[in-house]
């Protein structure tokens, strides 16, 4: 096996004496789909947002590409190349599509054909984004918004992309649709770190997967193995 692209030690979180995460251990690998599944309140986001930067850790080691990146701040973690998918309706309404889009691109130093060969390739992922790119942000549906803060995310050009709950609050055919394109990004090479709570769904698409429960990580292996796991079956699945 390659070097892990992201190592986690014992990472702790706690928001004052409530121990959200309770010392994780996890690895990702270069080229793969990971996936943390759990239920509400598991502390899924909080472990991505402590990735991230953006919450504090209380104790643990984060290595990306072998660097301790667990004091960065958030922006030099994007720059670094781990970039977090923004909650679907945390896309900015009150601009249009295409600003947007410009938005996540606002890290770079390269030039406008980079970007612009850029926003051709979130087209060509969603080429509905293509037809909106003029019209408002918050007249999108639930799924194009949640495509638009994909694309957005890609415009950073990250090696390590991270999503909280794509699937969230959205019908299952356009799940269905958010997840292939997941699997189309990720055959194009990078690497992906997905929290979901629609087990069934992320253990589909994962190479590997990680079972959370209350801050702790119950069960890892194999998303496919993970779905004929009879423990992940009665308490995920339905049985
Ligand atoms: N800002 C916060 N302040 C206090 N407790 C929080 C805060 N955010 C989350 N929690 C608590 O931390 C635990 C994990 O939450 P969270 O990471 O949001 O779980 P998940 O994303 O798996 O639903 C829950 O018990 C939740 O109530
Ligand atoms: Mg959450």
């Given at each position: 096996m390659s070097r892990p692209m992201l190592e986690v030690q014992d990472l702790q979180v706690a928001y004052g004496h409530i121990q959200a995460v309770k010392g994780i251990s996890l690895d990702l690998q270069p080229g793969e789909i990971t996936t943390l599944v759990g239920a509400n309140g598991a502390g899924k986001s909080t472990t991505l947002m402590a990735l991230s930067g953006l919450v504090k850790k209380a104790a643990g080691q984060v290595l990306f590409e072998g660097e301790d990146i667990g004091r960065w701040s958030p922006h030099r973690i994007v720059e670094r190349g781990m970039v977090q998918v923004a909650e679907g309706r945390a896309t900015l309404t009150t601009l249009t599509v295409r600003e947007n889009l410009e938005l996540g691109g606002y890290t770079r130093r390269d030039g406008k054909a980079e970007r612009e060969a850029d926003l051709d390739r979130v087209f060509a992922l969603f080429p509905r984004l293509k037809e909106r790119l003029d019209g408002l942000a918050g007249n999108l549906s639930g799924?194009?918004?949640?495509?638009?803060?994909?694309?957005?995310?890609?415009?950073?050009?990250?090696?390590?992309?991270?999503?909280?709950?794509?699937?969230?609050?959205?019908?299952?055919?356009?799940?269905?649709?958010?997840?292939?394109?997941?699997r189309e990004i990720n055959a194009q090479g990078l690497t992906i770190f997905?929290?979901?709570?629609?087990?069934?769904?992320?253990?589909?698409?994962?190479?590997?997967?990680?079972?959370?429960?209350?801050?702790?990580?119950?069960?890892?292996?194999?998303?496919?193995?993970?779905?004929?796991?009879?423990?992940?079956?009665?308490?995920?699945?339905?049985?």
């Open positions: 799924g194009e918004q949640q495509m638009l803060a994909i694309g957005r995310a890609l415009m950073a050009r990250p090696r390590l992309l991270l999503l909280d709950e794509p699937s969230m609050g959205l019908a299952p055919i356009i799940v269905q649709d958010i997840f292939r394109t997941l997905l929290v979901e709570q629609n087990v069934r769904q992320a253990l589909k698409i994962a190479h590997r997967a990680y079972v959370l429960e209350t801050g702790r990580i119950v069960v890892s292996g194999r998303g496919r193995d993970l779905l004929d796991d009879p423990k992940v079956q009665e308490a995920y699945l339905g049985g």
